[in-house]
């Protein structure tokens, strides 16, 4: 029967998570890395024991760590992330320039094909790239060197790269996003860049449909249909089919539509999948209730999935990266919150059942369906 | 053997109990210390100095004889007792937070 291995990543350490199919009973394993901020753990689709991880700290900054044996074990790698040449300035909050600085991993993305290359997305936003297992990490320069750059902003969570999609059909695709600048697509490797973002549409920037300034919080896509990609925006929820080069807005019927997280089920390339929250100034869903929305039609119509949720005096957030799917026949959707829930519905969302809930605040949320 | 106390989250990274001795060649200043350190514990690179600029991490402190060390200049001559190996050099996480 087939397992699944969930890797949680938490403001005070790791934990993993695993089951049979069934995913009725758990075992934990944890906390790795006590104590430190594990923004993001995810494994290679090639090797599925060779794990990544982003292991942060304000007193002792970035480490990142592998483990060549589904966590049992970790080793440091790599931890120096050199800007390509001279960094230069992107814009402060003040509006000022400001040198371009160094301060975390938020996102690694492991190659398709490769389990030693593997995609960082940092803060202060840029893109780099190891072919060595971690051992040596290198900008791919062409991002920050999109004309635009100087002009990026950070967002109230810090100028970070925290989304990154390889298009599997494509070696030479890649998408990336960045709060506050917006989406990018490169189709060369990573050599050039070009700022997707037409269609948004962002009232907190001075022209609410610039080309870049938005402050795009998740994107996903399904691999049977790369050219479609969902959007959680700050505000607003959005669809593109046309490889991001037009977005509109599929919000519908959602009782909010900011939020953070967003996903596709693993068989349903038009079931989608997201967790509103009730607006900027409060981060918490709404009235009380955790209640994940589910469309069945790309967007636009959305079901609110409820059953073995809290209804009543919850307050929780859920975090960018803090959402996943198994691929098993019957499709497992896991999230977790920043109450140190994570969440687990083994029938795509129709039901939920807690598999923790005491950890602490969950900032990502990865799942390996395992033979 | 110059003596090197490490703060708690770093003596597990570099999976080491207790105190560091290690062997450094005159002169004895922080700069000669941290190199040595991290020679011997490489995977400490980064977490005490800036890969680049070597400039300390600001929320990590350096304490020797009940000395704040911090912004002394890297090569000025540590003291004589740690570097006679009496006394050992502190790397302490700095109190931030509530």
């Known amino acids: 029967m087939s397992r699944v291995r969930v890797l949680v990543g938490t403001r005070k350490g790791a934990f993993i998570l695993t089951a049979d199919g069934k995913r009725e009973k758990w075992n934990v394993s944890g906390p790795h890395f006590p104590g430190w901020e594990m923004y993001h753990i995810k494994g290679s689709p090639v090797d599925p024991n060779r794990l990544y991880a982003s292991q942060s700290s304000s007193w002792f900054g970035q480490l990142v760590q592998r483990s060549d044996d589904g966590g049992a074990t970790w080793n440091p790698v790599g931890n120096q992330f050199a800007y390509d040449g001279v960094p230069g300035t992107h814009q402060w909050y003040d509006g000022t320039p400001h040198p371009w600085e160094f301060k975390r991993v938020w996102h690694l993305e492991p190659s398709l094909t490769d389990p030693d290359t593997v995609y960082a997305g940092i803060e202060d936003a840029a893109f780099f790239r190891t072919t060595d297992g971690g051992t040596s990490w290198h900008e791919l320069p062409g991002l920050r060197a999109h004309g635009s750059g100087p002009h990026w902003t950070p967002g109230a969570g810090g100028m970070c790269l925290h989304t990154i999609i390889l298009d599997p059909t494509n070696p030479e695709r890649m998408y990336i996003a960045i709060s506050a600048a917006g989406a990018f697509r490169t189709d060369d490797g990573g050599k050039s860049w070009k700022a997707i973002n037409q269609g948004l549409r962002s009232n907190h920037i001075p022209d609410p449909t610039a080309e870049v300034g938005h402050c795009v919080h998740h994107v996903a896509m399904h691999k049977s249909k790369p050219n479609t990609l969902f959007m959680q925006k700050h505000w607003d929820v959005m669809r593109s089919d046309d490889a991001g080069d037009k977005w509109h807005e599929v919000s519908g019927n959602l009782p909010t539509d900011f939020g953070f997280v967003i996903d596709v089920h693993a068989h349903e390339p038009e079931t989608i999948y997201v967790v509103p929250i009730t607006s900027d100034a409060h981060h918490f869903v709404m009235d009380g209730k955790l209640r994940v929305y589910r469309s069945r039609t790309g967007g636009n119509e959305w079901e609110a999935l409820s059953k073995g949720l809290p209804q009543e005096n919850c307050y929780v957030n859920v975090l960018r990266d803090a959402m996943a799917v198994d691929s098993l026949d019957a499709c497992g959707i896991y999230f977790g919150t920043t109450g140190g829930q994570v969440y687990c519905s083994s029938n795509a969302g129709d039901s939920w059942m807690p598999i923790v809930h005491d950890l602490p605040a969950v900032l990502s949320v990865e799942v390996q369906t395992l033979p | ?98």
Do not use: N, W
């Open chain 2, 1 to 98: 053997m110059i003596r090197v106390v490490l703060p708690a989250p770093l003596r597990q990274l570099a999976c080491v109990d207790g105190e560091l001795a290690l062997d450094v060649p005159a002169p004895v200043t922080q700069r000669t210390v941290l190199d040595a350190v991290e020679a011997r514990y490489p995977m400490l690179k980064g977490t005490l100095r800036d890969h680049v600029t070597q400039r300390r991490r600001s929320l990590v402190r350096f304490f020797a004889c009940e000395e704040d060390l911090s912004h002394e200049e890297p090569d000025a001559p540590l003291p004589e007792a740690v570097a006679a190996g009496k006394e050992p050099y502190l790397v302490v996480g700095a109190i931030a937070g509530g």
